[in-house]
């Protein structure tokens, strides 16, 4: 079965055109020809990718996650997360990873891993979410957030957060799969070893 070529799902684009552009996204109108040769119209959001970062502290408990507790418009509760954001213009993912991960905890990564990336919904957006561990954190005392942006950051155990993930206030999706990437990474071989 994986020999196969799927060739035969593969829809071919023929027209876009933008039908509107926020901040933060745009919408765009695409026009395809599906493989029966028929031409369909679908809405896609395009966007800037994000990274989202799982930091690894140790403490005096053990090992725990920083994570930050924001409110989110869409589903108008608190949710507890990782930090991330989007990529500035030019950034590399690294680079947007750490930088986001300094602005909203005010710790800084002496080692930055990627676990892998992902479309966040590839039915109807175009940008990726790339995903991080950041280990050896060093904390620099200030957050550094944006105007619209309040943040509280806390340490949570790690088995906390596989304990409750799925349920509030750890509601945002995209961090069960920075949650499966890192337990994925963690259960690899040494290879070092």
């Known amino acids: 079965m994986n020999n196969k070529s799927h060739g035969h799902l593969v829809w071919k684009e023929e027209s876009r055109r933008e039908v509107f552009k ?34 690894v502290i140790e403490t005096d408990q053990g090992q725990a996650f920083v994570m930050v507790r924001q409110w989110r418009h869409g589903s108008r ?25 300094r602005e909203e905890t005010a710790y800084t990564p002496g080692k930055i891993i990627k676990l892998g990336e ?33 943040v509280d950051v806390e340490l949570v155990p790690i088995e906390t957060v596989f304990q409750k993930m799925g349920t509030p206030p750890y509601i ?12 994925a990474y963690r259960k690899k071989p040494n290879p070092l070893v």
């Open 118 to 150: 992902m479309s966040p919904n590839p039915a109807i957006m175009s940008n990726r979410v790339h995903f991080f561990l950041a280990e050896e954190l060093e904390y620099l005392g200030n957050q550094d957030l944006d105007d619209d942006e309040y």
């Open 77 to 101: 509760e608190l949710s507890l997360e990782f930090p991330g954001g989007v990529f500035e213009a030019g950034e590399g993912a690294a680079e947007a990873a750490a930088r986001e991960l």
């Open 22 to 55: 926020c901040p933060i996204f745009s919408l765009r109108e695409t026009s395809s020809r599906s493989p029966d040769n028929e031409v369909r119209v679908f809405t896609v959001i395009d966007g800037p990718d994000w990274a989202i970062v799982v930091p």
């Open 172 to 183: 945002h999706a995209l961090m069960g799969s920075a949650l499966a990437l890192y337990t």
